[in-house]
Structure formats: structure tokens, C-alpha cells
């Protein structure tokens, strides 16, 4: 069994003019159709979830907006619905964490809308209100005594919000693997340092190279750092298909890096992995690489 924790409610408000409801809906539909995958409701995040993460003069800021429309920045704008969803898909990636620490299951996929990755601590950025992984982390921290955490991207952008939240922490590991240089957005993620591991891509990298970053400098790292817990910031915008990157993953290369990462949170974690979506604008792309991730998790 694969617990899915999406909800399409998350579809009909979200930030940024690129995110229509189309693109969760491919994800839905797509895992709807599998054998194994039992679609669950989630539950809002609680201020006090989002708090744990964000100012807190921030998360009222944002929460004072709901029903209404606010343009945040360049790229991220709310309708009348957007901090519900935002709740929804923070609340969607605990709830997820919950169901592995609580035993129902091996491993979980948060589909949501608006994705997180780029949320920092006081602003809103790149279509994300809050940081929806990083929400989960504190949240199995406060509730279920865990202690390390392994938080791996493989979004065709940098997750400069998840660095920065926990960044210098020696109970975090930040792994991301994203098309770099050439001014390519966020323009974050060019080096590694600290507690967090870099490895920027050449525009035309694909599956072999993404494998390669997994293997040779997640998996040392990961080995060291023995996570209790994987959380992955599962973008499949890197897809040879998707028209915001030039990377040239496949449905394929995601099942051997969700294989690779999955190996780890077996040696060092009990199975327990949360796969939480972040971008994808492909709706085929979208929904085969997501299947490709759930057959792999799904067992």
C-alpha cells in the first residue's frame, strides 16, 4: 500500500501564474489508476505547524490574506483560496510524515500544490507560501522524537528556502541535485557547503548524471549522517519534457534516483521516506514520473 495524501481542493487555488489546477490533477489521476495507492484527505497545518518554521509576523501576514489576493512577489500571487490550499499542502506533507512514523506504512507521497521548496523564513518565493518539507520535519521532530533528518531535492531548481531553514543544523542534511548556472532561477545552489550538498547540473544533464550526484555524494554523506527519517522535495520539472528547465531526466531516471534514495532510508531509517511534490509543468511528464516513484515506493 502507498498512502497518497492530496486533496483536489489544493487545485482550485495556487500561487503563481504557472500553477493552473491541471498540474496536480495529472498527479492524482495518474496515481489514482495504480494498484496499491489509497488516496487520503489531509488535514491543514495549524499556525502553530508553520510557526515552528516561519516569523511568525509572517505566517499572520499570510493568514490574514485568505479569501483574498495578494501579489507576493514577481513570481508568486494569492487568489481568494491560495492560503487554504497552502495549509492543506503543508498539513498534506505532515500528515504524510506521521503515517511512516506511526508504522501504517513503509513510505508516503504528499501530491500538492502550491510546492514549498523555496519558502524561506519571512517571504514567500517561486510560487511557495511555506516550506512544506521542512513544516513536516519540525513537526515529526515536536511529535515523534526524531532527531536526524535527510531532506534530498531533485527539483530542476535549487531549494534554496529548505537550505537556508536548515542550514548549520547538525540534525539536518540538505541534498539537492538542480540545473545550475547561466543565471537559471533561484541562482542559489552553486557550491556545497555547510550541511548542505550542491550538485549544480550543465543544461542537456539527464538520468545518468542526476544517478551519478545520488550515488557519489549523497550516499557517502548519507552513510555518515544516518538519517531517521527521508524527506524528499520531489520535483519532476527536470524532465526532458518540462518547459521551465533544460535538464533531460526521464520517468526512468526518477525511479533509479527514488530506488537510490529509497536504499538509504532502508540502511539508516526503517524504510520511513516522504516523497512531497514540488514542480512539474508537463502534465504527461508529470504524471509518469510520479507513477515511475510511486511503483518504486509502492513496492
Keep these: ?96 510524515v506521521f503515517c511512516v512514523l506511526e508504522g501504517e506504512a513503509r513510505a508516503a507521497f504528499a501530491a500538492v500544490r502550491p510546492p514549498g521548496h523555496h519558502a524561506c523564513f519571512d517571504r514567500a518565493m517561486g510560487f511557495c507560501l511555506f516550506n512544506n518539507v521542512v513544516v513536516a520535519a519540525e513537526a515529526a521532530r515536536m511529535d515523534h522524537d526524531v532527531e536526524r533528518v535527510l531532506f534530498v531535492d531533485w527539483d530542476v531548481h535549487h531549494g534554496n528556502g529548505t537550505q537556508d531553514l536548515v542550514a548549520g543544523r547538525g540534525d539536518s542534511l540538505f541534498f539537492s541535485v538542480h540545473q545550475g548556472g547561466g543565471g537559471f532561477y533561484p541562482g542559489t545552489g552553486l557550491t556545497s557547503e555547510g550541511n548542505a550538498l550542491n550538485v549544480p547540473l550543465q543544461p542537456g544533464a539527464g538520468d545518468a548524471e542526476m544517478l551519478a550526484a545520488v550515488r557519489e555524494v549523497l550516499r557517502p554523506a548519507a552513510d555518515d549522517f544516518a538519517p531517521e527519517l527521508v524527506i524528499v522535495s520531489a520535483g519532476f520539472d527536470a524532465h526532458v519534457d518540462d518547459p521551465l528547465g533544460s535538464l533531460c531526466a526521464t520517468p526512468q531516471g526518477y525511479a533509479a534516483l527514488c530506488r537510490e534514495v529509497a536504499a538509504i532510508a532502508r540502511d539508516h ?15 504527461a511528464a508529470l504524471g509518469a514520473s510520479s507513477v515511475a516513484c510511486a511503483e518504486v515506493l509502492g513496492g
Design 1 to 96: 500500500m502507498l498512502p497518497v495524501f492530496g486533496d483536489r481542493s489544493m487545485m482550485e487555488h495556487e500561487p503563481g501564474e504557472i500553477e493552473d489546477p491541471s498540474r496536480l490533477a495529472a498527479v492524482l489521476d495518474a496515481l489514482r489508476k495504480r494498484p496499491g495507492v489509497q488516496l487520503r484527505t489531509p488535514t491543514q497545518a495549524t499556525r502553530g505547524d508553520l510557526c515552528r518554521v516561519h516569523d511568525e509576523a509572517y505566517v499572520d501576514r499570510l493568514l490574514a490574506t485568505a479569501g483574498t489576493s495578494v501579489v507576493l512577489d514577481a513570481d508568486t500571487r494569492t487568489s481568494p483560496g491560495s492560503i487554504d490550499a497552502a495549509r492543506l499542502a503543508a498539513g498534506a506533507a505532515r500528515d504524510a
Design 269 to 283: 531509517a526503517r524504510s520511513r521516506m516522504v516523497l512531497v511534490l514540488e514542480g512539474g509543468y508537463d502534465l
